[in-house]
């Protein structure tokens, strides 16, 4: 018979409410960020998009945002795993949005390099299977890349006997470098860099078939290669 006393208190500690897409954990190029995929959040069991078909993520997983400012190749890496986490990059927080995926065993490093990717909003994604948690680090870094215009982008109008205006239709761009040559001349006339997206030229020969190129210093940094050439006729005088 009898009743005993009560036991010295032991302690437990909820887990973390988590980042999902509400709050997802914010990143920027060349920053690293540590954490862990132990949560209260386990919204996704698979990924699909782009090819990708992916099921059985049972476990919590962590969303953090990575906010691009210019076109880039982007290097996303996963590491110091203390268990075997998967990394995914969603172009919306959407599991049916998925953009790539690394998923290799134990805890191998993962690794996702995005080249030329365009300005925006995406989602990295750290989870697993098995319920496994675990500690990470994860890693961005960002190369701006300024593409080379094509000749779509650029066109010769207002042609006279001996002027001609050059325009280009881009975006992301802090200087424009334009060159121009009478086809078959063997030297380029290159003009100064412009923050204007257009260039006037005058004193053209008439009824000359000219040549011009477009290069560009891109907001996000970098130069691009020359475009390659398109051709415009003066009028006639």
Not at 126 to 145: H, M, P, R
Not at 207 to 223: F, I, K, P, S
Request: glycine content about 10%; some cysteine.
């Amino acid at each position: 018979g009898g009743t005993s006393g009560w036991s010295s208190s032991k302690t437990f500690t909820t887990l973390n409410a988590g980042n999902g897409c509400s709050n997802p954990v914010p990143l920027q190029c060349g920053s690293t960020y540590t954490g862990n995929n132990a949560s209260c959040v386990d919204a996704w069991e698979g990924y699909w998009g782009n090819g990708i078909d992916v099921q059985n993520y049972n476990s919590s997983e962590v969303v953090h945002k990575l906010t691009t400012t210019a076109v880039s190749n982007v290097t996303i890496t996963l590491s110091g795993l203390t268990a075997n986490l998967d990394l995914i990059v969603l172009n919306a927080c959407d599991n049916y949005s998925a953009r790539a995926i690394s998923a290799n065993s134990g805890t191998t490093n993962e690794t996702i390099t995005l080249n030329n990717l365009p300005a925006g909003m995406y989602w990295i994604i750290v989870d697993a299977k098995n319920n496994a948690t675990g500690n990470y680090t994860l890693n961005v870094n960002c190369t701006s890349v300024c593409n080379t215009p094509g000749t779509a982008d650029i066109n010769a109008i207002d042609i006279t006997c001996n002027s001609a205006k050059l325009t280009a239709t881009l975006t992301g761009i802090s200087t424009y470098t334009w060159r121009y040559r009478a086809v078959g001349a063997a030297n380029w006339v290159t003009l100064s860099p412009s923050g204007n997206n257009f260039a006037v030229l005058t004193g053209l020969l008439a009824n000359t078939q000219y040549e011009y190129q477009l290069q560009v210093a891109c907001t996000g940094g970098g130069t691009s290669g020359w475009s390659s050439s398109k051709t415009f006729t003066t009028l006639n005088a």
